[in-house]
Nanobody
Framework: QVQLVESGGGLVQAGGSLRLSCAAS????????MGWFRQVPGKEREFVAGITWIGIPYYANSVKGRFTISRDNVKNTVDLQMNSLKPEDTAVYYC?????????????????WGKGTLVTVSS
């Protein structure tokens, strides 16, 4: 069982930065693939960034070059550094974990989810 708790959301102006963090419980965290998704009310959840258990990152095209995902297998955390934020990045951001892989798309089938943290980017 893995529990995920996100933090770091908030209100920021366009062009600014935020850093999201996800704290995970569980002794086998280092063996889980991790990722971040986001969802706007009325729209499908969408993949933002993922990182394999050995630390290989991958990104949605919409955030590539602006967002950076990282993990610390000692602290059991996965972070999302978000730079050059745009109003269209406004969403609830969810941390996700899976023993196999964090797939792109809507994240259907991923084992564990956090409750989310709201990011609002004002224009």
């Amino acid at each position: 069982q893995v529990q995920l708790v996100e933090s770091g959301g908030g209100l920021v102006q366009a062009g600014g930065s935020l850093r999201l963090s996800c704290a995970a419980s569980g002794r086998t965290f280092s063996r889980y693939a991790m990722g971040w998704f986001r969802q706007v009310p009325g729209k499908e959840r969408e993949f933002v960034a993922g990182i394999t258990w050995i630390g290989i990152p991958y990104y949605a095209n919409s955030v590539k070059g602006r967002f950076t995902i990282s993990r610390d297998n000692v602290k059991n955390t996965v972070d999302l550094q978000m730079n050059s934020l745009k109003p269209e990045d406004t969403a609830v951001y969810y941390c996700a974990a899976d023993r196999d892989k964090v797939t792109t798309g809507t994240g259907d089938g991923i084992e564990y989810w956090g409750k989310g943290t709201l990011v609002t980017v004002s224009s």
